[in-house]
């Protein structure tokens, strides 16, 4: 019957169960040498994907390493979904939890967070960022109880490696434009990915900015929020900083006036 | 009856129908080239999963290309051979790209790639048996309520074949499109890569199919290599075509009259010249077609009465 074909072939590609096909051939499978052309197309074409999605770590780790862990990965998480830019978001609990890779390379999950974002902001909704201009008209008293929305592509990733210069050692198809900062530190790193336009881009924050757009995604008012990274960083600037998200694209343009 | 389907199909592809010429698959690699300039190609096919997300640069691309080009929407992930139906979901997500887009074909797979849930990125191949025919009629018939329109589903390649099926290959395509009212689209690479691997006569599959239930044609190259230390055909749309797959098209076209035939690449893809000169192959063969093909031929017997 056809379910139970269905389901032998699956076991005998991406379940890597042998038994399984050699029973598709003892049942009638014509040509059953050749079953594993199937389970190399799936493995094969699962790992491109992969690839695109995580091409830093496919170059830390090189290509024969990477095809390891994309194979484990897609029998353990195989696809729910045909539309295959959303695979991957599973990555980085697959690896966290992938004792060999992440013994020698313990920032690999939090790499592999970063990745999915930059995935993830490239194919999100398109949306109008904030423009600086649209905040002119308002009087200063009024900033504090601001909403201000974040754009639907933007993304928020800490970790306590440094996952923004490690990011940065593989071109992406859709790289940043944006000029980065010239000291590159050691340790933990906060970075936030975002695409305005057509370009993402991959922005390391400081702790206090971090809090900032955390309290703010989590729908602080502006004054709230400024009052969270004030707490996380001493020598938070909140001028600065609103005048950085607001050139880059962070906010959306629908902003509410918290008027309580 | 088989009037009335073909006036369905001619309707439902009205709005901008894709041309009895040569197309071509748009694909990342040469977005730049579109966004450029015009490259000369009377059509373009786009594979439907690519272009489902919500929004970024691939769906810009699209917008701003289908501008110029009519469109084909080729679906590669619906599965429609699966015995546990449609992801509801996806028809959905393929509902929203036909409405955005207005491809004047829509398509897919006579395979399945869905059980228990997990999508098995390949076109897997069914058996030809009564109750495998059941589950894709049913299931075309609930992807075309979906959409909301006619759609030509495809004659895969295949390595393996099954003891049980009743039908051939071609009948049992034939019949899933007689049944559910789709279309067809032919793929004479398909039929001579299976043809080659089951050991069957290609051209015996070409005179089993209704020529005028085709609403496409299909052409690609494959690799004549071996697994397991035999020697098979292996489906990759990795190269130029070959001149078996040539000669069949020509084959084809005279049975079947003039049709939109894509010129598909999909692996290792070369410069969009290389890609428009197949193209151009392809069309030279529509063009060779024109004074005698049965397209022309009737029309000349339509003035004559």
């Known amino acids: 019957m056809l379910p139970d074909l269905q389901a032998a072939f699956r076991a005998g590609t991406i379940g890597r169960d042998a038994a399984a096909a050699a029973a598709l051939s003892a049942g009638g499978m014509q040509n059953g040498h050749r079953f594993g052309i199937y389970r190399n197309n799936i493995f094969k074409s699962l790992t491109g994907v992969l690839e695109a999605a995580f091409p830093t ?11 390891v862990l994309a194979h484990r990965f897609v029998a353990a998480y195989p696809p729910r979904q045909p539309q295959l830019y959303a695979y991957g978001g599973d990555f980085a609990a697959f690896l966290a939890g992938f004792a060999p890779a992440v013994g020698e390379l313990p920032f690999l999950p939090d790499l592999a967070r970063v990745e ?13 960022p904030l423009a600086a201009g649209h905040l002119a008209g308002l009087a200063p008293e009024g900033y504090a109880g601001l909403r201000l929305g974040l754009h639907p592509t933007v993304r928020l990733v800490a970790s306590d490696w440094p996952v923004w210069d490690l990011w940065g050692l593989e071109a992406l198809p859709e790289p940043s434009q944006n000029p980065r900062p010239p000291e590159k530190q050691g340790g933990a790193q906060r970075v936030l990915v975002r695409r305005p336009e057509n370009k993402v881009d991959v922005v390391m924050l400081t702790p206090g ?14 004054g709230a929020a400024a009052t969270a990274a004030a707490g996380a960083e001493a020598e938070f600037d909140l001028s600065a900083c609103l005048a950085g998200h607001l050139s880059g694209g962070t906010f959306h343009s629908r902003v509410i006036v918290d008027t309580s | 009856m088989a009037l009335e389907r073909e006036n369905g199909l001619a309707e439902s592809f009205a709005r901008d129908p894709v041309p009895a010429a040569a197309g071509i698959g748009l694909r990342h690699t040469h977005y730049g080239d579109f966004l450029d300039g015009r490259p000369a190609t009377a059509w373009l096919e786009v594979h439907s999963e690519n272009y489902v997300c919500p929004g970024g640069p691939r769906m810009a691309t699209l917008e701003a290309v289908r501008q110029h080009y009519p469109l084909s929407c080729h679906g590669v992930g619906l599965s429609l051979g699966s015995a546990e139906g449609l992801d509801a979901g996806h028809l959905a997500r393929l ?30 191949p069914l058996p030809y048996t009564e109750e495998a025919l059941d589950v894709l009629v049913g299931n075309i018939g609930q992807a075309q309520d979906a959409l909301g329109r006619t759609i030509l589903i495809e004659n895969p390649s295949s390595y393996v074949t099954f003891a049980e099926s009743t039908i051939p290959e071609w009948e049992f395509c034939a019949e899933a499109a007689r049944r559910s009212g789709c279309g067809l689209l032919l793929d004479v690479n398909n039929i001579h890569v299976s043809a080659h691997n089951h050991g069957y006569d290609a051209l015996e599959f070409l005179n089993g199919i209704p020529g005028e239930l085709v609403g496409e044609i299909h052409i690609a190259g494959h690799a004549d290599t071996e697994w397991d230390g035999r020697p098979v055909l292996i489906d990759d749309h990795g190269s130029t075509v070959k001149d078996a797959v040539w000669d069949l098209l020509d084959t084809a076209l005279a049975r079947i009259g003039p049709k939109p035939v894509l010129m598909e690449w999909d692996l290792d893809l070369p410069p969009l010249d290389i890609l428009l000169g197949e193209a151009a192959k392809a069309q030279a063969a529509l063009d060779r077609l024109a004074p005698h093909g049965p397209g022309l031929g009737s029309r000349a017997m339509d003035d004559a009465a």
Not at chain 1, 209 to 222: E, Y
């Open chain 1, 116 to 128: 999915w974002a930059v995935n993830e902001a490239y194919f999100e909704a398109d949306a109008e």
């Open chain 2, 95 to 124: 509902r929203s790209l036909v409405d955005r887009f207005e491809p004047g074909l829509v398509s897919e797979h006579v395979s399945w790639s869905t059980t228990g849930g997990d999508y098995l990125n390949d076109l897997l």
């Open chain 1, 57 to 67: 770590i496919r170059n830390l780790v090189g290509g024969e390493n990477f095809a």
């Open chain 1, 209 to 222: 900015d971090f809090a900032f757009v955390g309290a703010l995604a989590g729908g602080d008012t502006l």
